[in-house]
């Protein structure tokens, strides 16, 4: 019976409903715990919170640089700020 579904069957399927808030919450705390490791390293392992306090000019400086280059700008998304239907004047 493939092709005969009903949206919220769909959904099923690939376990997007029904909506389970422990889910939610689990999937929330998970994020959390994978971003602490890269942090704590930065900051505690490197000594980046004292260096931040020390030579911030110096930390944003680095912080250009990335984002001026290829491989730090494969991690962000572009978003478009203009609207989808410009007003014609």
């Not at 399927?13 to 959390?32: A, E, H, R, T, Y």
């Not at 919170?49 to 290829?70: I, N, P, Q, W, Y």
Request: glycine share 10%; aromatic share 10%; with cysteine.
């Amino acid at each position: 019976m493939y092709g005969h579904l009903m949206p919220v069957d769909i959904l099923e399927v690939f376990g997007m409903w029904p909506i389970i808030p422990s889910d939610i919450f689990k999937s929330l705390l998970l994020l959390c715990i994978l971003f602490q490791g890269p942090l704590f390293e930065i900051f505690v392992v490197e000594g980046g919170a004292r260096r931040l306090v020390l030579d911030f000019e110096g930390v944003v400086k680095d912080v250009g640089d990335t984002l001026g280059s290829d491989v730090g700008l494969r991690n962000y998304v572009a978003v478009s700020i203009r609207s989808p239907h410009p007003h014609k004047p």
